[in-house]
C-alpha cells in the first residue's frame, strides 16, 4: 500500500522536474551568446556578398523601401522575436526572387552577423541550423 502512494508523487515530481527543465530551455537569450565570434565573420563575409548591395554595407539602407538592419529597425523589428523568426524570415525571403539560395548555414551565419554588428555576446558554440533549437532562442536587446 505504501508503494501505491509513492509511485504517483514520485511521477509527479518527475514531471515537475522536466517541466522546469523544458522552461529554463526555453528561457535561452541571446545576451547568453548563443553563437561565436568566428560564426559572425562568416556571416559578414556571406551578408557582404549577398546582402549588402539592398541592406547596406554598414546595415543601413539608402532606399527607403528596404529595412536598415541596425538601430530603431533592430530594435522593432528583432528584439522579441527569436532567432527561428528571423532565420525563416531571412530563408524564405531573401535574396529577393532568389529566396532559399543559400545553405541554411548561411542564413543562419548572416543572422549572427546582424546580431553581432547590434553587439549581442557572443558565446563559445556555433548555432546550427535546429529549428526547434531556434524556436527556444529570443533575442534580446543587447543594450540591456
Not at 514520485?10 to 560564426?39: K, M, N, P, Y
Not at 547596406?56 to 528584439?79: H, Y
Request: proline letters at 6%.
Amino acid at each position: 500500500m505504501y508503494i501505491q502512494h509513492v509511485t504517483p508523487i514520485i511521477c509527479f515530481l518527475l514531471f515537475v522536474g522536466v517541466s522546469g527543465a523544458l522552461a529554463q530551455e526555453a528561457a535561452r537569450s541571446t545576451s547568453q551568446g548563443v553563437f561565436t565570434e568566428e560564426q559572425a565573420k562568416r556571416g559578414a563575409v556571406a551578408y557582404n556578398a549577398n546582402c549588402a548591395s539592398c541592406h547596406g554595407a554598414n546595415l543601413r539602407s539608402t532606399d527607403r523601401e528596404v529595412p536598415n538592419l541596425t538601430d530603431g529597425s533592430f530594435k522593432s523589428g528583432w528584439i522579441g522575436k527569436t532567432i527561428a523568426e528571423k532565420f525563416e524570415a531571412a530563408r524564405d525571403n531573401m535574396p529577393p526572387r532568389d529566396e532559399r539560395s543559400l545553405p541554411d548555414q548561411v542564413y543562419l551565419d548572416i543572422v549572427t552577423f546582424v546580431l553581432r554588428a547590434n553587439k549581442a555576446p557572443v558565446g563559445t558554440e556555433e548555432l546550427k541550423p535546429d529549428f526547434e533549437i531556434l524556436k527556444q532562442i529570443k533575442i534580446s536587446d543587447p543594450a540591456g
